[in-house]
Structures are given as structure tokens and as C-alpha cells.
């Protein structure tokens, strides 16, 4: 059940880099992947970067280890709500191997779709989302971060419906020092611009009016039900704790009447799966607050069951 | 058909007020030329203001107004929608 106080807070910005350190081990990590990595990545034909994939794994899951016990600390509370057979440890190592896949793919991403080296079979649940557009307003795709999630959205674009990303222009740098706050993360921001491609900046005074110009167009919006890039938050029971959902999209659902499905993204390059589900059932309410309280929590239900169902595809079970 | 450009400021005044939730000194409100400056508006109050007016004044904005600070000013607005009330 949704609790009654809305919050509101800027977390939009990072914290301020004062009481940073100069440079940290994060910083290190994130120059050599931006610079060394990146340009040797760059020159390597897209399909041997799985081979780079074999040899960076093992290096990443030992040098990971304190952010793979982070992922099972984080698992233990709904360890009794994973699918029979799974368990914390084999979870967070997956975690890990997705996620230095999904970073050396993030470096040949355009060159993926280009040498036709992603595989996917379709898009489960296509005719929800057509089936949606066709009442004229627009569809909100919301998902959670996952490691698929930026593959799948090039892939809905390639399918005819490129969906627009609402991102932080600064999102927030926990583990980073000046150096990476000030240096690597907006040359990372600039570096996913093309990556992720079709984005609007939460930041961006006009960013509500343009997600809606884009469902008025008939057009589609991803929305992260795990995200931090809105105004306004709830605090809701959320895999075995409480968490803070952004909701400042549920006021553009109200005022538009866009339809608001769910979407699931697995996998990688090799084994891309995504699956659009029946738009939920839209509960009208006379104001903001009333709105967000019968609407929101069939959808965080719904997000915590497929990170429940694929908690290795999750991204936030720790910020890497 | 003319209309009174006062009208057309009251009639936003209570749009304004009724998306925000708020209540609008009339004299103050008559007197400013920005929208932004006055209530500091973040993204999705403007949002709440552009479909308020759209009810209020019967019409969709065009492709211009889709911007805060298009929006924000209240007199090159108060004379669009006048043109349209």
C-alpha cells in the first residue's frame, strides 16, 4: 500500500562534490573504460568483443567482490521470493557478468545494430502496444533499469516506435571523486547520448510539455518506475523494503489519458528478449494525489515481479 | 469578435489557480509580465497550466507553446489566447 506523503525532493543533482574525495578507485575505473578501453574497443570488429567479454568477467568478479556481496545483501531480504533454484550468490555473479557485457557493448552499440549482430526474435506483446496507439494518445512504456534496456529500445525503434528517454543530465555519482564528478560523468553523460538516442533531460524546463508533444504526436515514452528523474516521489513497499518511485510521470498519465503499459527487457546482444504487456487498468481519481494512490501500486507490483522473476537483469540491486 | 484582454488574464489567473491549486493575488497577477517569474514554475506545473488553459479557453495550444518559456509570457499569451477565446 502507498503511504500518504508524497515527497518532493531534488535529487536531479548529485550531492555537492565538497565532500568528495579527489580521485577514487571508481574514478580510475571510469577513465580507463572511457578512454584506453573505449578506443581500443572502438578499433576491434563488434563481433570479437564477446571474446573481450570471456576475459574480463573473471577479472571483474574478483575485483567486484565487495559490489557482489552488496547484490546479496540486497537479495537476502526476498531470497524467499526468487524463482526455486536461484540463490543470492549465483544471482549477484550473473549480475556482474551482465554487467561488463552490457558496458562493452554500451562502447560498439551502434556498430551491433549496424553489422546486424543483435539477435532477437520479435517483440512479445507488440499488439499491446499497437493496440494502445491506436486509441490516438500516446503510449508510456515503463520498465525498470535493466541491463537490456537500452538494446530493447533500439530495437522498438527499428520496429517503428522509438521511444523517448526521460534522463538526468547529472545523474548521481555515489563512489565518485571530483575528478569523475566534474570530468568523467558528463563526458559519459555526452558518450550515451547516441546510445540511448531520443531523450528528453529531466533537467530541462520543458520536459513534462515535451513528453507530452510526443503522446499527443501518438508518439511513446519510456518511463523508469526506478528512476530518480522527477520532482515528486512516493514512498512504497518494494522488494522487501520501502522505496522512493518517481510519480511526477503519473501526472502527465492523468492529464493526457496516455495508456501506460508494462515493458520487460532481457538479455543481451546475443539473446535479446523484450515483452510489451496489457496496458494497465487506469483508475480515475479528481486530483493528483488520489490519482497516484490508485494507480501506482499495481505498477510497482508489476516491476517487482519481473526483478523478482529476472533479478540478474536488474541494474540498481547496486549502483555500480 | 473582440475580447477584453482583462477578461482573458482573469480567465488564465483561474486556470492557473485551479491546475496549482493555489489562490492569485488578481492585482498582482494583472501586473506581470512572466508567468515563470512570478510562480517559479518547475516542469510539471507548466505542464498543469498548458492543459488547464487548453480546457479553460476550449482549444489546443500549436507546436510553439510545447515551451515553459513560451508559456511563462503572460502577455504574449494573454494575446494568443485572446485571439482564441
Known sequence: ?320 | MTTNPDNVRTRIRKAVEQALGIEIDPAEFAESDRLDDFLGLDSIAAMEIFVALETEFNFQFDESFYSTEKLGDLKALEAYLADRA
Open chain 1, 1 to 320: 500500500m502507498v503511504t500518504n506523503s508524497q515527497i518532493e525532493r531534488n535529487v536531479i543533482a548529485s550531492p555537492p562534490p565538497k565532500s568528495r574525495p579527489l580521485f577514487t578507485v571508481k574514478d580510475a575505473l571510469w577513465l580507463v573504460y572511457l578512454y584506453p578501453l573505449r578506443f581500443f574497443v572502438g578499433c576491434l570488429p563488434a563481433q570479437l568483443v564477446p571474446r573481450l567479454e570471456r576475459l574480463m568477467v573473471p577479472l571483474f568478479l574478483l575485483i567486484g567482490s565487495r559490489q557482489r556481496r552488496g547484490v546479496e545483501a540486497k537479495l537476502a531480504p526476498v531470497a524467499q521470493r526468487l524463482p526455486p533454484g536461484r540463490t543470492p550468490r549465483e544471482i549477484s555473479r550473473a549480475y556482474m557478468r551482465n554487467a561488463v557485457v552490457r558496458a562493452l557493448e554500451d562502447l560498439v552499440f551502434e556498430r551491433l545494430f549496424r553489422g546486424g549482430h543483435v539477435h532477437c526474435d520479435g517483440i512479445e506483446g507488440l499488439n499491446h502496444l499497437e493496440e494502445a496507439l491506436s486509441a490516438g494518445r500516446g503510449a508510456i512504456l515503463l520498465s525498470v533499469h535493466s541491463f537490456a534496456g537500452r538494446l530493447a529500445k533500439h530495437q522498438l525503434a527499428r520496429s517503428g516506435h522509438s521511444a523517448m528517454s526521460i534522463r538526468s543530465q547529472s545523474p548521481q555519482a555515489g563512489g565518485m571523486g571530483r575528478f569523475g564528478h566534474r570530468v568523467l560523468q558528463p563526458r559519459y553523460v555526452k558518450f550515451l547520448e547516441p546510445v540511448i538516442g531520443d531523450e528528453v533531460y529531466a533537467q530541462s524546463p520543458d520536459c513534462s510539455l515535451q513528453i507530452l508533444r510526443r503522446l499527443r504526436a501518438g508518439g511513446v515514452v519510456n518511463v523508469h518506475l526506478d528512476g530518480n528523474t522527477s520532482r515528486t516521489f512516493r514512498e512504497v513497499p518494494f522488494l522487501g523494503g520501502t522505496a522512493l518511485l518517481p510519480v511526477g510521470f503519473l501526472d502527465i498519465v492523468r492529464l493526457s489519458g496516455t495508456p501506460v503499459l508494462p515493458l520487460l527487457c532481457l538479455g543481451n546482444s546475443r539473446n535479446l528478449r523484450i515483452c510489451v504487456g496489457p496496458a494497465f487498468d487506469r483508475v480515475p481519481a479528481e486530483n493528483s494525489d488520489e490519482f497516484i494512490d490508485a494507480n501506482l501500486p499495481p505498477m510497482a507490483r508489476k516491476m517487482e515481479a519481473d526483478i523478482l522473476a529476472h533479478p540478474e537483469q536488474w541494474e540498481l540491486w547496486i549502483k555500480l
